[in-house]
């Protein structure tokens, strides 16, 4: 395809690195500005967990956007978080620190600036979701994990950022969730419609009223089939 040559070549260029191309994703040649024009979903060579998109803009022909910096600040985010994910879920656990900021809020000259640095001085109006796999042999006891689910909204809440939370997935410990951790700041697909064997999942954020680990167990849904 030859929009996926030219993105790569735009982002070679703008980065002074190189990227491989994990996939690509058409749009609309009848209605680009309504639907969106070709886009790509790259990570730098030899880091296949910094996966991001990039793609043509829809409004300006020739122009390019890419969410690189994002991919960035995630993969630091993790390393931030990975001590206290595998303190209360064991070692090992899955998970992927899931970032948006507002295109218009961010540029490409910011790569070599880390995540504090950003949050504190740029621009606060961040998402941040911690999305975390917990493998079961059945129904889970979230008694188990309700502990490590409020420390982690605590230290969430340390960042500073206008909206956080943590997403738990639930899932069968046969099932291998790998791929589906590893892209899922680009695949915007939910636990519930994984095609794998999910019991269920916890999801919270800054907005509900948590003061205590007890309060986790109410938030929990089942996910049938």
Do not use: C
Not at 8 to 28: C, I, M, N, P
Not at 51 to 58: D, I, P, R, T, Y
Not at 177 to 203: H, P, Q
């Amino acid at each position: 395809m030859q929009s996926e040559s030219k993105i790569t070549e735009y982002l070679e260029k703008k980065y002074q690195e190189r990227f491989a191309v994990e996939g690509v994703k058409e749009g609309s040649s009848l209605y680009p500005e309504m639907y969106g024009k070709d886009k790509i979903f790259a990570y730098p060579e030899g880091k296949p967990e910094m996966v991001f998109l990039a793609g043509e803009s829809k409004k300006q022909d020739g122009e390019f956007y890419d969410r690189y910096p994002l991919a960035i600040w995630s993969s630091q985010l993790d390393e931030t978080f990975r001590t206290g994910v595998e303190e209360g879920f064991g070692k090992g656990t899955e998970f992927k620190t899931l970032l948006y900021i507002e295109g218009s809020k961010y540029n490409g000259g910011m790569i070599h600036m880390d995540f504090q640095d950003y949050f504190e001085n740029v621009n606060n109006e961040a998402l941040i979701t911690l999305n975390i796999g917990v493998k079961t042999a059945g129904e889970p006891e979230i008694e188990k994990y309700a502990e490590a689910i409020f420390k982690l909204m605590q230290q969430l809440k340390e960042l500073n950022v206008k909206n956080y939370g943590v997403t738990v997935g639930f899932v069968d410990e046969s099932e291998d969730i790998s791929e589906y951790i590893r892209t899922s700041n680009v695949n915007n697909i939910a636990w519930s419609n994984l095609d794998a064997k999910v019991y269920g999942t916890i999801m919270v954020d800054n907005t509900m009223e948590i003061h205590s680990p007890s309060k986790l167990k109410q938030f929990y849904q089942q996910i049938e089939g």
